[in-house]
């Protein structure tokens, strides 16, 4: 249910959802049945103020939910090689997030300008967790650690310096602070980092769309090692056909192939370094 309105310069919005999940994991083999179900309410609120000079600001609140995926939930093992194998977990938990939102935006006739300040608790936060064996092999499963507390900065702008053409794009800095300590005594983290896009949309000939979007990741701590920094460029064409009653879109993601997923896991026991593309 979501209720709003404007009195004068304020404005206001308030929510409340109610969910009901539902899961089973069963293995016929072991005949091991795993039940989840809970209930949950997730309330947000939203109240806004009209500053002179279209200007805004406004202050929210929201409480989200993100369930397992089912791959992290199959307790099935795959490996990459002999020595490294992967599973899911079928005890996972949901993760909960609350989250705290200052804002201002500034609009002009071609564009506006927006920051924001943040704050989001997560309990139950899903990581992939890497052990190592005696025999030397290494076993990766997800797991629900204890919280993570993001505070950070966020600016997102889009102008239009012509008709047929406009830009957008947003900055997100920030600290996250994991504690894993209901898993392992030394499974925690405490980073600095930031991550960044950019699109470009042109309109050529007045039906040819073209599209260019740059995604950045910076470099991380993890809670077992860090994470190295990744970058993609998207591509993409569309153009309507049948006088305007369909549309054709050709893309190509990863344009320069650089989309590498690099990590480094160290721990007391074993030291890792690993690259997926």
Excluded: C
């Excluded at 460029?233 to 006088?243: C, P, Q, R, S, Y």
């Amino acid at each position: 249910a979501i209720y709003g309105n404007k009195v004068n310069k304020f404005s206001y919005q308030i929510g409340l959802r109610a969910e009901y999940s539902d899961v089973k994991t069963e293995l016929t083999q072991t005949n091991e049945i795993n039940p989840r179900n809970y209930f949950n309410l997730f309330p947000s609120g939203h109240l806004g103020y009209e500053l002179p000079n279209n200007n805004a600001v406004q202050v929210s609140y929201s409480r989200r939910i993100r369930r397992p995926r089912f791959r992290d939930l199959n307790p099935f093992f795959t490996f990459s090689d002999a020595r490294n194998f992967f599973s899911g977990n079928p005890d996972l938990d949901p993760e909960f997030s609350d989250s705290y939102e200052i804002s201002h935006i500034k609009y002009w006739d071609k564009g506006s300008l927006s920051s924001s300040i943040y704050y989001r608790h997560t309990t139950g936060v899903t990581q992939r967790i890497q052990t190592s064996a005696s025999d030397g092999t290494t076993n990766t499963k997800p797991q629900n650690l204890g919280t993570e507390d993001n505070y950070g900065f966020e600016f997102a702008f889009a102008f239009s310096p012509k008709d047929w053409w406009k830009f957008d794009g947003d900055l997100n800095l920030f600290r996250s602070v994991v504690d894993g300590t209901n898993i392992a005594p030394d499974l925690n983290s405490d980073t600095y980092t930031w991550s960044s896009s950019l699109s470009s949309k042109m309109t050529l000939w007045k039906s040819l769309d073209t599209q260019v979007r740059l995604n950045y990741r910076a470099p991380r701590i993890t809670t077992q090692g860090r994470r190295k920094s990744l970058y993609t460029i998207n591509l993409a064409f569309g153009k309507d056909v049948f006088k305007n009653k369909g549309t054709l879109t050709l893309s190509v993601r990863d344009l320069l192939n650089s989309r590498k997923r690099r990590s480094i896991t160290e721990t007391a026991t074993f030291y890792s370094e690993s690259e997926f593309q």
